[in-house]
Nanobody, 115 residues
Framework: QVQFVESGGGLVQPGGSLRLSCAAS????????MDWYRQAPGKQRELVAA???????NYADSVKGRFTISRDNANNMVYLQMNSLKFEDTAVYYC?????????WGQGTLVTVSS
């Protein structure tokens, strides 16, 4: 089963930027859709962004125009560029794929937006 290790989170001021990285334990070439999720304190995990092998992307309305998802199949990596960060973007961010059966979640990476 493929495992994911997320990194790149941290403390950032409102309006700032962060780039999250996700390293997969094996090739993601055969995985059609890679997703980024987040879970804010006291809330359910939600889908933030998705990217297919063809390069099609989809975003939650709350991040549209501010976040950009990308993937590098050659290096088994998925990225999330986050700009114009807001207080409400504070959460633990995870990458995974809706295409995986019995998927395993990583530890995630914490993003804290605070002044």
């Amino acid at each position: 089963q493929v495992q994911f290790v997320e990194s790149g989170g941290g403390l950032v001021q409102p309006g700032g930027s962060l780039r999250l990285s996700c390293a997969a334990s094996r090739s993601i070439f055969s995985i059609n859709t890679m997703d980024w999720y987040r879970q804010a304190p006291g809330k359910q995990r939600e889908l933030v962004a998705a990217v297919t092998n063809r390069g099609d992307t989809n975003y939650a309305d709350s991040v549209k125009g501010r976040f950009t998802i990308s993937r590098d199949n050659a290096n088994n990596m998925v990225y999330l560029q986050m700009n114009s960060l807001k207080f409400e973007d504070t959460a633990v961010y995870y990458c995974n794929s809706r295409n995986l059966v019995g998927r395993v979640w990583g530890q995630g990476t914490l993003v804290t937006v605070s002044s």
